[in-house]
């Protein structure tokens, strides 16, 4: 039961109204909040009830946008991972026919099918307006915990959508989840590898690039308005780095190699692998790409970093001792430590937004795959097994997902996602050419 899994005491919100115009509005409902543990492993998918939404009409328009809600709704839900949706044939009852108040709700109905949680919902149509009123009730406490009304353009569906699953995982876990984050990728959709750009879910691809070459190592800045990448347009890897709302940047382009940009949480800074010096090392640049200072004096190969969420940390990837391995570096002292001594060949690390963890991809047995290790190092644990080669992960901006790529489907190269423990295997999305590199963005950034 849901009751076993909750620490605090829910608390029941008063509706909220959020007009959604061209800048959105956001209205919190209250403070206090269910929490679920999502660090635990063997944490149990909450059943729960979404049936479709009643219409104030007959209208089928109005019919068909309430169908989309509902199904739009669970398949948000679902993609978390933290919910097990309930089949609507096995529903007693049909809130779209009898109602979607509290008082309209017969609760032992649902707890009848295994219903832990309920959201109900209701939409109307005027014009070229939406207006939708959706309620979360725990089931076995027969109260409600979240309900909040939104109005916008009809375009605006799927935003609202995803606000209130935003307000869902807020009110169950304390956090406001990946709803707003977005990821950028590499596609061969044209021919030649360039940046995309999705929704968190693989809706809405868009391309980015067009430099008909060679683009690589999409990198987001903490603000999202921000991309660092690597591109071949001129012949040879330099750093771009670009605002992607007002189409202005930079670009680093030093004698020898311009690679594997990472930003530094919270500064407008990143650092890169730069080898003009001779040998690839990697330095700390601001945002416009002038260099700070070189950050690793080794020779060998070091490339791939990654900072902890502080910033004070970064780990990367070093060939000092013979093969690819990882190494944590403090930033302010320079000292370095070893971090992975297991396989011959590990790359693309990848620090949790928890600061706990590093995911990276490890060469074994003639296939690459994805592992987990704690920050002061260990048995990593593997997360993908026997499924073509799984490279270059990533972390949701909530740290309760990791997306990353995959040759599993016939050799092909696609974008995946599963949980941070490795369960729950799914492809993002599917599009023309093959897909590489994902890079999660942070949360709460504008479209």
Known sequence: MILNRIKKKIMIAPFVLLVLSPIFMVADSFAGYDYIDITNPFIKKIPIAVPLFKTMTENTHEQKAAHEAAVLLSETLDFTGYFKIIDRGAFLEHPDKTGITDAAIHFKNWTAVGAELLITGGISITGDRITMEMRLFDTFKAKRILGKRYSGGFPDQRTMIRKFCDDVIFQLTGDHGIFNSRMAFVSTGTGKKEIYISDFDGYNPRQITKSNSITLSPAWSSDGNWLAYTSYSQGKPDLYIKNLKENRGSVVAKEGINITPAWVPGKFALAATLSFSGDP?????????????????????????????????????????????????????????????????????????????????????????????????????QLTNDAGDNEAPTWSPDGSLIAFSSTREGGVSRIYVMTSYGTEQRRLLTMPGEQTNPKWSPKNIGN
């Open 281 to 381: 090392e990697i330095y700390m640049l601001t945002g416009s790409g002038k260099i700070i200072k070189r950050l690793t004096r080794n020779w060998g190969i070091d490339v791939s970093p990654s900072f902890s969420p502080d910033g004070r940390k970064m780990v990367f990837v070093s060939k000092r001792s013979g093969n690819p391995q990882l190494y944590i570096q403090d930033i302010d002292s320079g000292q370095v430590q070893r971090l992975t001594f297991q396989g011959k060949y590990n790359t693309t690390p990848s620090w949790s937004p928890k600061g706990d963890k590093v995911v990276y991809s490890s060469l074994g047995n003639g296939h690459f795959n994805i592992y987990l290790i704690g920050i002061e190092g260990g048995e990593p644990i």
